[in-house]
């Protein structure tokens, strides 16, 4: 007789415990046992035919990096001049991950609150390790702002967002941009984002077995990303010696995930060291609910939030001419 699904998946809902199983039966072992090609090609999210929402401008974009280019997609409700930008940065544990799995995604929140979306494609692990995909941000980053203006782009007001290994990059940008005096993004959005490579808090062990992401191939990953052994902040974020002068974050978390619990200390200890700092644990789902839409309504609900917050990070002027800072649905 077979062994039941593990405890911690007592605590999904009905609609995320469906998706748990659909996800183990489609699986034949762990994602370390997979290997990272053979995982890249179960889990890939393919284009839908129709995207559920309508955006004006998605533009493919090649943006220049120390390594040569990265693509990127831009995402528009409209060519309105001077609009505030988020650089997105995709999840899938450094190694795995796709512009695709986060199209709706970014079309929601460019569509929701007028902000131009950039999701970019940095480079994977483990061709190319740490710190390759963290200096795609950053020269993308850097681009963004010197380009600005072409684009559309209010410099003053781009914003950088990511989940899971996304959020690690998210967070790890800010920090450097902060330690070379650098011009530093307006807000970081960070859904379950990996920020410490200890291991040591309770939900490591409380969700060891997870749905999609075990607390085994999280270490896994970040072991392709930057070796078994490592302690630079820029890596592994929580071990910054301070995190003061970072710029407001909203934390999402899952309430079933083996990071949740590193990715709220991250958020207390942003608000202990008088950075603007929310988080919002979403009960019921895990790891990776976030880019989810249509499959979750606790994904449509964090996308909300990561809206809301967008939109008081909003220039006045921004907000004057776009409804007070209302989507286009009409919601707040």
């Known amino acids: 007789m077979s062994e039941g699904p593990p405890s911690c998946w007592n605590l999904l809902d009905d609609n995320a415990r ?23 090609t179960l889990l890939a999210t393919q284009p839908a035919d129709t995207p559920r929402t309508p955006v004006d401008v998605v533009e493919v974009m090649l943006i220049p990096t120390r390594a040569g280019a990265a693509r990127a997609r831009l995402y528009r409700r409209s060519r309105a001049e001077r609009a ?48 390759a995909a963290l200096e795609d941000a950053v020269d993308a980053f ?44 307006v807000a970081q959005v ?62 999402v978390t899952a309430e079933v995930d083996p990071i949740r619990d590193d990715a709220e200390a991250f958020a207390a200890r942003l608000a202990a060291e008088e950075v603007p700092a929310t988080a919002i644990r979403y009960d019921g789902v895990f790891h990776g609910f976030f880019p989810e839409i249509g499959v979750y309504p606790q994904s449509e609900q964090a996308i909300g939030a990561v809206c809301e917050f967008l939109r008081r990070m909003s220039p006045p002027d921004f907000l004057a001419a776009n409804g007070a800072g209302r989507d286009q649905r009409g919601v707040l």
């Not at 469906?18 to 890249?40: D, F, K, S, T, Y």
């Not at 607390?215 to 302690?231: I, P, Q, V």
Request: proline content about 8%.
């Open 18 to 40: 469906a998706v748990a199983e659909a996800i183990a039966a489609a699986l034949p072992a762990p994602l370390r046992e997979l290997g990272p090609e053979l995982a890249r």
């Open 84 to 131: 505030p930008a988020l650089l997105y940065l995709h999840g899938g544990g450094f190694v795995l991950g796709t512009l695709d799995g986060v199209d709706e995604l970014c079309r929601a929140i460019a569509a929701r609150t007028g902000w131009a979306v950039i999701s970019l494609e940095y480079r994977l692990a483990p061709e190319a390790p740490y710190p």
């Open 142 to 185: 850097a681009w963004l702002r010197a380009s600005a203006t072409s684009l559309g782009i209010d410099p003053a007001a781009i914003a950088v967002g990511g989940d899971s290994a996304g959020g690690n990059l998210a967070a790890a940008l800010c920090l450097a941009q902060r330690d070379a005096c650098g011009p530093m993004p």
């Open 190 to 251: 960070l859904a379950y984002p990996a920020v410490d490579n200890r291991f040591a808090r309770h939900s490591w062990t409380e969700f060891a077995d997870a749905p999609l992401l075990t607390a085994a191939d999280a270490k896994w990953c970040y072991g392709l990303y930057a070796g078994a052994e490592f302690s630079d902040a820029l890596a592994a974020p929580m071990r910054a010696e301070s995190l003061r002068g970072l710029p407001p974050a909203l934390i």
